[in-house]
């Protein structure tokens, strides 16, 4: 992958800022999310989780399914102010 | 892992991330950070990093006036742009009685050169045109006050301490302190055990359980706070909006984000529960909607929760343990712990290696609430 390849479109960051990260020895989504903003804008990650998770997998030498997702925020799809503060029934 | 340290200090937070880094600047050797999780996955990482001097309290406002004077300066000290934002923060007030109090807060906010000022309805209009005035009697203003990206601040600290020789060990769990004869002898972790005569305890929403590890009681319990962000808009207005009768602060942050919460000690659960609820998110939509009407079509994308740890006068714990020795607290910050770190690690730091610190913190000690001289804060969301 080239560094210029964009990995989260939504906060706008590139392959080169999460390659970097990982040198710095940040090795969990947790911490790569928290450094670069990758899966905190609109889509809250859908698509970039998957290949971070993947290029994580491989910097570490490990199979996917040992590295620790990060934590699903709610809500799981954008919901409008207005519709909250309008929504009454507990 | 290593086996010896001359200073542990437990939990990798901003606070102990901040006291490392100010140990190691002194020339302190050996110091190690432990962390449960990972870098800024506390309090730390889940703060509205608002930074405000408006205190009721001359303690609070010179602490918070020293942090700012820090932050200025912070990115190139560390080395790792923290985002600075000196947006302001516009404190509105709904009843007689806030307005008092902010009268008082505003001279004594003076006195401190902090650029403080009253404003009346109208001028809070003019500085945040986009407000519904419904309510609203007045207010304060501080044009200096602002915040930070408390996820970079943090790992920025984390950073320069490292470059300093610092060790922060990640996934390490303190589960046992070792004492004798009032000294501590060692911390046993999940992953070894460290011999140390000198453990610092910034375990933030934790740090009554590690206290009591140690054998000592610290009169401080934890609270969920809840926060939620929308998705990025045009560029709105900048200031903090915040009340305390009212209970809210929300802010649009650069990146055009609106991110804000509001206090609910009587409602949220005491522990350490960081789950979200939707019954936050709504009555902080309705907050949010009241206040700034344009924002009825901004879509939240995330809420998040975390741990206020408050003391019984939403002051810090700061300072030794008069029980042990070599025991030192950072901890108890009741909300406002993020903006406070700058100085609070530098004083802590101080008081390990000099044995005295450069603004008297002896007030903050925790023999305060045996004596009866509560330092109570009235200005905390
Ligand atoms: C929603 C919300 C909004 C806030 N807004 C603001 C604000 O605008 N401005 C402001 O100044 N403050 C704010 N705060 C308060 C602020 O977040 C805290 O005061 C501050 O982050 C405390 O830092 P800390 O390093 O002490 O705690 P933390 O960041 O919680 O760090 C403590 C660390 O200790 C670790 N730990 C615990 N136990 C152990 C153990 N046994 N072994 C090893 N590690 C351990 C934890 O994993 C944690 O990482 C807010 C807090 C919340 C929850």
Redesign the interface.
């Known amino acids: 992958m080239k560094d210029e390849t964009i990995i989260c479109r939504c906060e706008d960051v590139t392959w080169g800022e999460i390659r970097q990260a990982l040198e710095?020895g940040y090795t969990?989504l947790?911490?790569i999310k928290?450094?670069t903003r990758a899966g905190?804008?609109?889509c809250?990650g859908k698509t970039c989780r998957r290949i971070i998770l993947r290029e994580i997998a491989k910097f570490c030498h490990k199979d996917i399914e040992e590295v620790a997702m990060s934590?699903f925020?709610?809500?799981t799809k954008?919901?409008?102010?207005?519709t909250?503060?309008g929504?009454?029934d507990? | 892992m290593i086996k010896r340290a001359d200073i542990v200090i437990i939990g990798g937070g901003v606070q102990g991330c901040s006291i490392a880094y100010n140990l190691a600047k002194k020339g302190a050797k050996n110091i190690v950070i432990l962390e449960k999780n990972t870098c800024a996955s506390g309090s730390s990482g889940r703060c509205g990093a608002g930074i405000r001097q408006q205190f009721g309290t001359k303690m609070n406002c010179m602490l918070a006036r020293e942090s700012m004077k820090t932050f200025e300066t912070l990115s190139e000290e560390l080395d790792y742009d923290i985002e600075l934002n000196r947006a302001g923060y516009l404190i509105l007030a709904y009843t007689e009685k806030e307005i008092n109090q902010f009268k008082k807060n505003v001279l004594l906010e003076q006195s401190l050169d902090i650029d403080a000022k009253m404003v009346t309805p109208e001028e809070a209009k003019e500085i945040v045109s986009c407000l519904n005035l419904e309510g609203i009697i007045g207010g304060t203003f501080c044009s200096t006050d602002g915040n930070v990206n408390p996820l970079y601040t943090t790992f920025a600290y984390a950073e320069a301490a490292q470059r300093l020789g610092a060790k922060y060990y990640p996934f390490t769990e303190v589960t046992e302190i070792k004492t004798e004869d009032g000294r501590i002898l060692s911390v046993i972790t999940n992953k070894g055990e460290i011999l140390t005569s000198i453990v610092v305890d910034a375990a933030g929403g934790y740090s009554g359980p590690v206290g009591k590890m140690a054998g000592v009681d610290i009169p401080v319990y934890s609270q969920r706070h809840q926060i939620l962000v929308t998705e990025p808009i045009e560029p709105l207005w900048k200031p903090m909006l915040m009340s305390f009768s009212e209970n809210y602060y929300f802010q649009q942050l650069p990146d055009g984000g609106i991110l804000g919460g509001f206090g609910d000690p009587e409602h949220e659960i005491k522990g350490d529960n960081i789950n979200s609820t939707w019954q936050f998110s709504r009555t902080m939509a309705k907050k949010m909607v009241k206040l700034v009407p344009i924002l009825n079509e901004v879509h939240m994308v995330r809420q998040w929760a975390g741990l206020y740890n408050m003391s019984p006068d939403s002051q810090p714990i700061l300072g030794e343990h008069p029980k042990l020795k070599g025991f030192y607290m950072s901890l108890g910050f009741s909300g406002h712990g993020f903006m406070l770190a700058p100085t609070t690690g530098k004083l802590i730091a101080e008081l390990i290696l000099d044995g005295k610190t450069s603004i008297p913190i002896d007030k903050l000690d925790i023999g305060r609430f045996k004596r009866g001289e509560l330092i109570i804060e009235p200005s905390v969301v």
């Open positions: 710095k969990t947790d911490e928290r450094i905190m804008g609109r809250q934590t925020r709610p809500p954008p919901v409008k102010l207005g909250l503060a929504d009454d507990d």
